[in-house]
C-alpha cells in the first residue's frame, strides 16, 4: 500500500496549481475555453458571466469591488447546477477569499467528475504530484503487457513497422484503453480518498490509502499478469527502503512496497517507474535550503542513502552507433526504440504511451504523419515532449552492468590509492554520506598535489563516469561545502579539458540545475556556468542576467572560508557573462539588462573596478557592459567618469581586435559627453597624455583602415584630442578626423555612416546635460529668443538628476564651453575654405528624414558661430551651399521652433549686405515669419527692424486685406472693441455684448446693460473683461471657451466713457469735467477737476490724460502728482480742439487730435514730455490703434491710414464705407489682425498679408 497522504501536503499543491492559474491570465483564458467545450449550450452564457466576474475581482486592485465580485460569484455558483467548470470557479473563489481548505475541496470535486479531462488538459502537474505517486503498479503494470505484445515483433526499420498485423495492433489499442480507463476509475477512488483527508478532524486516526482498483469483467489473464506483476514489484521494493526522497525524480519512492518488512535494507530500489515524470530543476532547487544548512552527518547516513540510479549518464561514454554491439542484442526490448533497433539514447514517450527515439519519431512526423507509428492514434500536437528520464536512467544502470568494462574500470589505475579510492566512491557509492566524503578527498588530493601531477589526474577525472558523479553530487546533497566543492572541481576539470564542458552540456537539464544552484546563492556555480557557455537565449529565459546584476551589486567574496580558490572570481564570470549576454541578445532584452544595470550604482561601479582587472578580456567586457548601459540611461556616465582609470584601457587599445578597439573608442567618445566642460576636457588629457603609447597615433591608424560608419566615431574623438591645447596651424590628426568627417556626410550610399558623421559634427558643440543628450538644439533656440524652451528643459534636468552647481564653477564651465565652441567651429569651417557646408548641404537635400534633421541643427549652429567669428570669406560659400534651404524652411515649415531655427541661419545671412541682396526675393515672405515669431522671440523683432530699414519701400512690406464683415446695425453703433486670446468682445450702443470667433462666427450675444456699452477692457493679470457702460456701472466678466459670465457689478454715480482698469481702481470720464477714480471697495475721488477730459491711457500706474483744450497731463496714481505733456490752447472760432485718442507703446506716447501745425498724430516722451515725432495726416482722427511696427488712424470718415512706427510714413490706406464713422479699433493679441467698428454697426477685421 503507498504512504498515506496528509491534508497539509494536498493544500499545499492546490494552492501551488491554483496560485499559478490566477497570475497567468493566458493560462486562465485556455482553461476557459476547455471546460466551455464540454458544457452543454445552456450553462454557456451563465457560467461564462460567472467566469467574467471572477476575473473581475482577480484584475481589480480594489478590495471592496474584490470582496463584491467574489460574494456575487460563490452566490452565482451555488444557485447553477454543479458541474466540473462550476466546481473550477468555485474553487477560485475560495481561493481568493483565502480559504485553502474550501478550495482544495472543490478542485477535488473536479477530479472525481472528469478525471480524465482533468488530469489531461486542466492539471496535469497537480495530477502527477497528487495522484501518480500512487498508480505506481500500474505503470509498471502496463509496461509488461505492453512488452509481452510486442514481443517478437522484431522491429528492424519503419517500413515493418507498418506492416503490422491486425492482432496486433487490435492487441495495442485494447491494452490503450484499459490503461486509461484504470487511471479514471483510480483517480475518482483518490480523489474520494483526498477529500476524507481533508474532512478528517484533529486527532482522528490517519486515513490509510486505497488500494488500486481494477475494473470489473477484465478477463483472467489479465487479473493474472496484475497478481503477478505486483509480487514482482513488491519483492524488488519499489519503494525506497529508508524512505529517502530523491528530489530529482518524481515519484520515486511512492510505489507500493511494504516499508514494514524492508528492515534497514542499505539499497534503493531498481525499478522505478517508466513514467516520464522528471521534476524540474526550479523543483529540485526548492529541496535545498537558499542559505545551504548543512545537515547532521549522522542524520544523513541514517536518512540518506545515494540514488543508484544516478548512473543513468553512463550511456554518454557507450558508443552506441555500431550496430554489432553486444549490448544492444542483450538489451531488454523496453530499451530499444522500435523504429532504429538501437539502444535508446534520447527517449521519448508520446501521449499514446509508446516510447521513440526523439530522432527517429520527429522524422516520422517530418514526413507528414500526424499518428502513432504503433497504435495509430492521432497524436494532439506535433511538439515532441520532453526526454523519458526515468527510461533513460534505467537503461544507463543497465548499460553499466552488463558492459563488458566495469564501471571503475573506465578509471586509469592511480598512483595513489586514496585517490582511486574516492573516484570509486563518487562513480558507485549508493550512501550520499559516502559520496560526500569522497568528493572533499579528491579536492583535498588536487590542491595537495604539484601541478605536474595535475595531468595524471586529469585523465582519470575527467572521464565521463566520474563527471557524471559530480553532477548528481550537485543533483542530490545539500551541504554547501560539499556544493560548492563539487563545482570547484568541475571548473578545475572544465578549465583545463574541454571534454569535461561537452559531458556536461549533452544534457540540458544539468546547465539548468548549475543555473539554479547559482540563483540560490552558490556563487561559484557561475563560474561553472561560464565554462559551458550555454547558448544566450536560454540564459536570458532563465532569467540570469538579473542575478548575474545582483551579484554584482551584492560583491563578496565567497572562498574566505573555503581551502581552495576558484581559477576565476565569480565576479569576473558574471562581467563576461553579462558582455556575452548583451552582445548576442535581442535588442529589447539587451535594454532591459542595461537599464537595469544602470540603475544599480553598485554594479555599475563594480563594472567599473574591471576596468583594471589583469585579463585583457575582462577589461573589454566592461567595457562593453558600461557602453550599453551609458547609451541606454546615460545618467550613469557621470559615475563612471569619475570612478574608471582609463589608463589600463589605452594600454591595450593597441593589442584588441578591431571590433573590440571601436567599442573602446566608442566608450572614450560617450564618455566625454558630461555637463560640465572642465571635467570633459580633463578627461581628454588623460585620454592624450597617459598610457605607453601615442593614443593620438593609434587613432589615426585606425581611423586610416575604419569602415565608413565606424570613421566619424574615431575621427570625432581624434578631433577633440587635437584642440584640446592650443591648436597649431597645421595637424594631420586634424586634416584626417576632418576629412573623415566630410567625406562620411557625402557618402550618399552610406546614410548610417552620414547620419553618424552629422551627429558627431553636432556633438563637438559641447554642451550637454546631465544624462549625456546634446544641448544644441536647446541652446540654439535660445539664442534664437525662444529661451523658455532652454530655461524649461534645463530645470527639468536639475530636478531630475538633483543637480546643485556652484555658481562659480557654472560661470568657469560656461567660459570653457564658449571658448571651445569657438575653437572647434573655427576649424570646421575653415578646413578647405567651407567644404563642410557643403557636406551638410548634400544631407539636407537627403529624403531620409534623421540625416536631413540632424545636418539641418549642424548647419544652424556652424552658420550661427559664422556670425561670430572673424570674416575669411567662408559666409560666402556657406549662403551659396544653405541660403535657400533655410528660407524654404522659414517659409514653409508649421513647426515653430524649426522656424525659429532657421530664423537663426538667416539672421547670421542678413548681417552683411550680399546676404540682404540674395534674400531680396523673399523678403515679403520672411517679414511675414518674423511678425509671427516676433511675441515669442526677441530676434524676431530686431531681424524686422533690421529689414524694415533695408527695405525702401514699406508699401511692399506692410499690406493689408480684408477678411471678414458682419452688420450688426440692428444693435445700433459699434461703441467698444477689444481682443483676447483669440476672442473678440464687441459693445454696441443698445447695451448688447457679442464674443465672437475666428473670422467674425458669433459665440455669445448678451445684454445686461441697460444702455450704451461705451467701454471694454480686458486685465491681463486677472484675464477678466470690464465693461463700462451709459447706464452707470460696470460689470466684471469671467471669460471661457463658451463666452463670458458676469460676476460682479460696481455701481457709479456717473455716466461711464473711456474706462481704464488696474488692479484695484477703475478710471473713467464721467459726464462733467475732470477724471473719476473709482476703487472695487466703493469709495471714489475726482482728479484733475480743471480740465474736461476727452481721451485716458492708463500703463504702470500713471494715467495720462488727453483735454478737449488739446492738453494733455500726466497722473501719478501712487504720488497724485500732476504733470504737463502737452499746454492747451485757446479755441479758434469758438471751436473745441481735444485730443481724441491716446495710446501709450514702448515709452511713447501717441496723441491724435487737430492739426494745429499740419500733423494729427504727435508722438512724446514719456520719460521726459519730450516731442519725438509725428504723422503728418490730414485726417480728422478718432480713434488709434499702436502695435510694434505700425500705426492705424481711424477717421470719421470711413478711412484708416496705416503708418510705419519706425520711419513714420504712411504705408497703406484702408477704405471701409464712406458714410459711416469709425469709431474703436482693436488688434488680435499677434497684433496680425486689425478689428473695426463703424457708427452703421459694422465690424470688419483686416488682416496683414
Not at 607 to 632: D, F, G, M, N, W
Request: glycine letters at 6%.
Amino acid at each position: 500500500m503507498s504512504t498515506a497522504t496528509t491534508s497539509s501536503q494536498i493544500q499545499e499543491q492546490t494552492t501551488l496549481f491554483l496560485s499559478e492559474t490566477i497570475s497567468q491570465p493566458h493560462h486562465r483564458r485556455h482553461l476557459h475555453t476547455t471546460f466551455l467545450q464540454k458544457l452543454p449550450p445552456t450553462l454557456l452564457k451563465p457560467l461564462t458571466f460567472i467566469s467574467q466576474t471572477v476575473e473581475t475581482a482577480i484584475s481589480s486592485s480594489s478590495p471592496s469591488v474584490r470582496a463584491s465580485s467574489l460574494r456575487l460569484a460563490e452566490s452565482l455558483l451555488s444557485s447553477n447546477p454543479t458541474n466540473p467548470y462550476s466546481s473550477f470557479l468555485l474553487s477560485l473563489v475560495h481561493h481568493l477569499s483565502r480559504r485553502p481548505l474550501d478550495a482544495s475541496l472543490t478542485l477535488l470535486d473536479v477530479f472525481e467528475a472528469e478525471p480524465s479531462l482533468t488530469r489531461l488538459e486542466i492539471a496535469p502537474f497537480l495530477f502527477q504530484e497528487l495522484f501518480l505517486v500512487h498508480f505506481g503498479t500500474i505503470l509498471e503494470w502496463y509496461d509488461c503487457r505492453r512488452s509481452e505484445i510486442l514481443l517478437g515483433l522484431g522491429l528492424e526499420s519503419m517500413s515493418i513497422l507498418s506492416e503490422m498485423d491486425g492482432g496486433q495492433a487490435a492487441a495495442l489499442k485494447e491494452l490503450e484503453r484499459g490503461y486509461e480507463g484504470l487511471l479514471e476509475d483510480n483517480c475518482r477512488v483518490f480523489a474520494r480518498y483526498f477529500k476524507q483527508v481533508l474532512r478528517r478532524g484533529v486527532g482522528e486516526e490517519m486515513i490509510l490509502p486505497p488500494k488500486i482498483v481494477f475494473r470489473e469483467g477484465e478477463s483472467d489473464d489479465r487479473l493474472t499478469l496484475w497478481d503477478g506483476d505486483e509480487q514482482r514489484i513488491k519483492s524488488h521494493g519499489f519503494q525506497s527502503p529508508n524512505r529517502r526522497y530523491n528530489p530529482i525524480w518524481g515519484g520515486e519512492g511512492e510505489g507500493e512496497g511494504d516499508i514494514s518488512n524492508m528492515g534497514d535494507s542499505k539499497r534503493l530500489s531498481k525499478l522505478p517507474s517508466l513514467s516520464p515524470v522528471r521534476v524540474s530543476p526550479d523543483f529540485l532547487i526548492n529541496q535545498i535550503p537558499s542559505t545551504f544548512i548543512t545537515q547532521d552527518k549522522e542524520n544523513i547516513k541514517k536518512e540518506a542513502l545515494f540514488d543508484s540510479t544516478k548512473q543513468r549518464r553512463k550511456k554518454r561514454c557507450v558508443d552506441d552507433s555500431s550496430m554489432d554491439d553486444p549490448t544492444t542484442a542483450n538489451a531488454p526490448k523496453d530499451f530499444v526504440c522500435p523504429i532504429t533497433t538501437r539502444i535508446f539514447d534520447d527517449p521519448v514517450t508520446l501521449e499514446t504511451g509508446q516510447t521513440y527515439e526523439r530522432s527517429a519519431i520527429q522524422e516520422w512526423l517530418d514526413r507528414g504523419n500526424l499518428t502513432c507509428p504503433i497504435t495509430r492514434h492521432n497524436l494532439l500536437s506535433p511538439d515532441l515532449p520532453k526526454t523519458n528520464y526515468v527510461l533513460k536512467r534505467l537503461i544507463a544502470t543497465w548499460l553499466e552492468r552488463n558492459s563488458t568494462t566495469s564501471p571503475t574500470s573506465v578509471i586509469a589505475p592511480p598512483s595513489d590509492g586514496e585517490l582511486q579510492l574516492a573516484i570509486a566512491e563518487v562513480c558507485t557509492s549508493e550512501i550520499l554520506m559516502d559520496a560526500e566524503a569522497a568528493v572533499l578527498r579528491i579536492q583535498r588530493c588536487w590542491k595537495e598535489a604539484e601541478s605536474a601531477d595535475h595531468q595524471m589526474m586529469l585523465e582519470m577525472l575527467t572521464k565521463p563516469p566520474v563527471i557524471n558523479g559530480f553532477v548528481e553530487m550537485l543533483l542530490n546533497s545539500v551541504d554547501e561545502i560539499v556544493l560548492r566543492t563539487t563545482v570547484y572541481l568541475l571548473t578545475e576539470l572544465g578549465s583545463r579539458d574541454d571534454n569535461v564542458v561537452a559531458t556536461l552540456t549533452r544534457v540540458d537539464s544539468d546547465v539548468e540545475c548549475i543555473v539554479q544552484l547559482f540563483k540560490k546563492g552558490l556563487h561559484e556555480a557561475l563560474v561553472l556556468v561560464y565554462l559551458l557557455r550555454p547558448p544566450v537565449e536560454s540564459l536570458v529565459e532563465m532569467e540570469l542576467p538579473r542575478y548575474l546584476v545582483d551579484t554584482l551589486s551584492n560583491a563578496r567574496n565567497n572562498n574566505n572560508d573555503l581551502n581552495f580558490k576558484m581559477f576565476m572570481e565569480p565576479q569576473t564570470a558574471a562581467v563576461l557573462m553579462l558582455a556575452q549576454i548583451l552582445r548576442s541578445c535581442s535588442l529589447e532584452s539587451s535594454s532591459r539588462i542595461s537599464t537595469s544595470i544602470a540603475s544599480s550604482p553598485s554594479s555599475v561601479e563594480r563594472i567599473v573596478a574591471a576596468l583594471q582587472a589583469p585579463q585583457t578580456e575582462e577589461r573589454v567586457a566592461a567595457v562593453s557592459i558600461l557602453l550599453r548601459c551609458i547609451l541606454e540611461d546615460g545618467k550613469c556616465r557621470n559615475i563612471v567618469a569619475h570612478k574608471a582609470e582609463l589608463v589600463s584601457l589605452l594600454e591595450i587599445l593597441f593589442q584588441v581586435g578591431d571590433v573590440e578597439r571601436l567599442e573602446i573608442i566608442h566608450f572614450f567618445s560617450e564618455l566625454v559627453k558630461l555637463n560640465r566642460r572642465n571635467l570633459n576636457e580633463k578627461i581628454l588629457r588623460t585620454l592624450k597624455d597617459e598610457g605607453t603609447f601615442s593614443t593620438m597615433h593609434t587613432l589615426l591608424i585606425y581611423l586610416q583602415n575604419a569602415r565608413a560608419e565606424q570613421s566619424p566615431v574615431v575621427a570625432g574623438l581624434l578631433l577633440q584630442l587635437d584642440l584640446l591645447e592650443e591648436p597649431r596651424k597645421m595637424s594631420i590628426y586634424r586634416e584626417e578626423a576632418i576629412d573623415a568627417l566630410i567625406s562620411c556626410l557625402r557618402n550618399s550610399e552610406c546614410p548610417a555612416a552620414q547620419i553618424s558623421a552629422a551627429e558627431t559634427i553636432l556633438s563637438l558643440h559641447g554642451r550637454f546635460s546631465y544624462s549625456g543628450k546634446s544641448l544644441s538644439r536647446a541652446v540654439l533656440l535660445k539664442r534664437a529668443g525662444l529661451e523658455k524652451s532652454y530655461v524649461a528643459f534645463m530645470r527639468r534636468d536639475q530636478r531630475r538628476h538633483h543637480i546643485s552647481a556652484n555658481a562659480q564653477d557654472t560661470m568657469e564651465d560656461e567660459r570653457a564651453g564658449e571658448e571651445w565652441e569657438r575653437k572647434v567651429a573655427f576649424h570646421l569651417v575653415s578646413h578647405e575654405f567651407g567644404l563642410v557646408f557643403e557636406g551638410l548641404a548634400q544631407g539636407l537635400s537627403s529624403s531620409n528624414e534623421e540625416l536631413n534633421s540632424v545636418c539641418f541643427m549642424a548647419a544652424t549652429w556652424l552658420i550661427y558661430m559664422l556670425s561670430l567669428l572673424p570674416d575669411t570669406g567662408i559666409r560666402g560659400a556657406a549662403r551659396v551651399c544653405l541660403l535657400d534651404h533655410f528660407v524654404s524652411v522659414f517659409k514653409s515649415d508649421k513647426n515653430v521652433e524649426e522656424r525659429a531655427l532657421s530664423m537663426l541661419g538667416l539672421n547670421s545671412f542678413i548681417r552683411h549686405t550680399e546676404g540682404l541682396q540674395d534674400l531680396a526675393g523673399h523678403t515679403k515672405d520672411i517679414l511675414k515669419g518674423l511678425r509671427e515669431l516676433k511675441k515669442s522671440s526677441s530676434m524676431a523683432f530686431e531681424m524686422l527692424k533690421v529689414l524694415s530699414q533695408e527695405h525702401d519701400n514699406s508699401a511692399d512690406i506692410w499690406s493689408h486685406q480684408e477678411l471678414s464683415q458682419e452688420d450688426c446695425s440692428i444693435n445700433g453703433e459699434v461703441v467698444a472693441l477689444t481682443c483676447f486670446k483669440g476672442k473678440i468682445f464687441s459693445g454696441h450702443s443698445d447695451g448688447t455684448i457679442k464674443v465672437w470667433g475666428p473670422e467674425l462666427c458669433i459665440i455669445q450675444e448678451i445684454r445686461e446693460h441697460t444702455k450704451a456699452v461705451t467701454s471694454l477692457t480686458v486685465l491681463q493679470s486677472t484675464e477678466k473683461l470690464y465693461s463700462g457702460s451709459v447706464d452707470r456701472t460696470v460689470r466684471i466678466w469671467s471669460i471661457s471657451e463658451e463666452g463670458i459670465y458676469c460676476e460682479q457689478v460696481e455701481e457709479v454715480k456717473d455716466q461711464i466713457n473711456n474706462l481704464v482698469v488696474a488692479s484695484n481702481i477703475a478710471c473713467f470720464v464721467p459726464q462733467g469735467g475732470g477724471v473719476k477714480l473709482h476703487s472695487w471697495n466703493g469709495s471714489s475721488k475726482l482728479l484733475n477737476q480743471n480740465k474736461n477730459v476727452k481721451c485716458l491711457a492708463l500703463v504702470q500706474g500713471k494715467l495720462y490724460c488727453g483735454c478737449q483744450d488739446t492738453s494733455i497731463q500726466e497722473i501719478d496714481l501712487v504720488t497724485g502728482t500732476l504733470g504737463n505733456i502737452q499746454s492747451g490752447s485757446k479755441k479758434l472760432i469758438g471751436k473745441a480742439n481735444p485730443v481724441y485718442a491716446l495710446q501709450v507703446h514702448d515709452g511713447l506716447l501717441y496723441a491724435a487730435g487737430p492739426s494745429l501745425d499740419g500733423a494729427n498724430v504727435k508722438i512724446w516722451s514719456t520719460s521726459n514730455y519730450s516731442l519725438v515725432g509725428s504723422l503728418a495726416s490730414m485726417l480728422d482722427v478718432r480713434t488709434m490703434a499702436v502695435s510694434s511696427e505700425l500705426v492705424y488712424l481711424g477717421s470719421k470718415v470711413g478711412t484708416v491710414e496705416v503708418w510705419c512706427r519706425k520711419k513714420l510714413s504712411r504705408v497703406e490706406t484702408l477704405q471701409t464705407n464712406l458714410t459711416s464713422r469709425i469709431l474703436c479699433m482693436a488688434l488680435d493679441t499677434n497684433q496680425d489682425i486689425l478689428v473695426i467698428g463703424t457708427s452703421d454697426g459694422r465690424i470688419q477685421t483686416w488682416g496683414l498679408s
